[in-house]
């Protein structure tokens, strides 16, 4: 596997349910991003870590929780989504190091669909 | 980060030369620009960057004017496949991690 790769490519879940996405980049990066797009808008930054430890919290509601166990994955848990938490969401990673942050590389996406 | 300002639609005849412009002009001296598309319901790819010089690889070529106020993105030879929503976006390259900041963008159709 190359690049940043994402499960499930595709997910409905109930407003009850709770499930997990996950996203694991080959690329040797140490910070990595969750984003959400929802329809015609444009894409909205949701966290970021880097060197593991969370930098950025972008006014996220708590039913979306990141987790990131180590620099080549991340995990986005999710539980008692609403009917508009339905998006694309996107992982993201990048290298920074000696206080230069190189580009981002996105994932397919998970498109997410709360009934 | 800059803002940046593109046209939301164009079109393109398949096989042509596909430019797309990128008005930047409150960029700053050490701000990148940088291209990204995104296919229909696919993660943003991608596609150059450059800083002041114009740069060009496998996938496009990027023009950037003496004053760094503009751009345009060039796919040399469009194909069907080429159709998506290009980024321009304008970004430091230094300070810890980056909030990359996308816009609505330009939607390119190749029409055949």
């Known amino acids: 596997e190359t690049g940043v790769t994402q499960t499930p490519r595709h997910l409905v879940m109930g407003m009850t349910n709770k499930k997990s996405l996950k996203c694991e980049q080959h690329?040797?990066?140490?910070?990595m991003y969750w984003y959400k797009q929802s329809a015609k808008k444009p894409l909205e930054l949701m966290f970021v870590y880097s060197l593991e430890e969370r930098v950025e919290n972008n006014s996220v509601p708590s039913r979306f929780s990141p987790e990131c166990p180590n620099s080549s994955h991340l995990f986005l848990h999710l539980h008692t989504l609403q009917p508009e938490d339905s998006a694309l969401y996107l992982c993201?990673?990048?290298?920074?190091?000696?206080?230069?942050?190189?580009?981002?590389?996105f994932g397919p996406g998970t498109r997410l669909t709360v009934l | 980060d800059a803002k940046t300002t593109q046209p939301p639609s164009m079109d393109c005849a398949e096989g042509r030369a596909a430019n797309l412009p990128c008005n930047h002009s409150?960029?700053?001296?050490?701000?990148?620009v940088y291209w990204y598309r995104q296919i229909h319901s696919q993660g943003p790819q991608y596609i150059i960057h450059?800083?002041?010089n114009n740069e060009t690889n496998e996938m496009a070529s990027l023009i950037i004017t003496e004053d760094r106020k503009s751009s345009t993105l060039i796919l040399p030879h469009a194909t069907l496949r080429d159709t998506a929503v290009y980024y321009c976006i304008v970004r430091l390259l230094s300070g810890g991690y980056q909030k990359v900041t996308f816009g609505i963008g330009t939607k390119l159709q190749v029409i055949p």
């Open positions: 690329l040797g990066h140490n910070a």
């Open positions: 450059g800083l002041k």
């Open positions: 993201a990673s990048s290298q920074t190091s000696g206080g230069r942050t190189d580009t981002q590389y």
């Open positions: 409150t960029i700053s001296g050490n701000e990148y």
